[in-house]
């Protein structure tokens, strides 16, 4: 099992004590996250006279809105790579038939080969042939 970290970290100019499975790095960049959103908010008009709960219900929307996006983007990078994955599939299966066919052209370039030699040889005995009955 993991073992449980603990990090202080500095939140809104408040140190809080976080705690979890992930590393102190984790801790620390959720801390740094916090922070940053808050900053954005910060610099939007009026928000700093609005009470501490509308400010809070604020920071959740906008946590709530960037999760919300990158999960749609996850979903978008999901179906593109199983799309690729399915193209992949496709190309593989299409250069094994293709390696297929070359095969079974090489083989019928080999039979031709010998049934030309063949044809050849036997061309060679009825000139010989005819040859042998002209003399005659």
Not at 14 to 42: C, F, H, P
Not at 45 to 62: A, C, D, F, I, V
Not at 105 to 114: A, C, G, Q, T
Request: charged share 35%.
């Amino acid at each position: 099992m993991a073992t449980k970290n603990t990090a202080q970290v500095l939140i809104g100019g408040k140190i809080i004590t976080l705690s979890g499975y992930e590393s102190k790095e984790y801790l620390q960049k959720v801390a740094s996250y916090m922070n940053n959103k808050l900053a954005e908010l910060s610099e939007l008009p009026g928000y700093s006279r609005q009470p501490m709960e509308t400010k809070h219900t604020l920071l959740s929307l906008n946590i709530a809105d960037d999760y919300f996006k990158a999960k749609k983007q996850a979903e978008v990078y999901e179906q593109d790579l199983q799309l690729k994955d399915k193209e992949m599939y496709d190309l593989k299966h299409e250069l094994i038939s293709l390696q297929v066919q070359i095969e079974n052209s090489k083989k019928e370039e080999v039979s031709i080969d010998e049934e030309k030699a063949r044809l050849e040889g036997k061309i060679a005995e009825l000139e010989k042939e005819l040859n042998e009955l002209l003399s005659e």
